[in-house]
């Protein structure tokens, strides 16, 4: 099985781990001081040729139900302990 195929194979069964949320909600927490943000939703589009899915998390407070801005996980699927918010 070629690498490309392996990617693939590891985009379709895509799950966060929790470490990666963890690495989520540290992120949010820290950008929206005052405010109690909650994921309410993430999707991705498949992984690029360099093995790295990026993943859109929706992010909003959970007493107002304001939406505030959207934050951008890059998972690693060769290292999951590499994802990283950016």
């Excluded at 194979?9 to 909600?25: P, Q, R, S, W």
């Excluded at 589009?45 to 934050?71: Q, Y």
Aim: net charge neutral; glycine share 10%.
């Amino acid at each position: 099985m070629g690498i490309m195929q392996k990617i693939a194979m590891g985009a379709e069964n895509f799950d966060l781990t929790k470490l990666e949320v963890k690495k989520i909600y540290s992120y949010i927490k820290k950008q929206n001081k005052g405010k109690v943000p909650e994921m309410t939703g993430w999707f991705h589009s498949g992984a690029d040729d360099m093995g790295f899915v990026k993943v859109e998390a929706e992010i909003c407070d959970a007493i107002t139900g304001e939406r505030l801005p959207d934050v951008v996980l890059n998972s690693c699927l060769f290292d999951r302990r590499q994802s990283f918010v950016g």
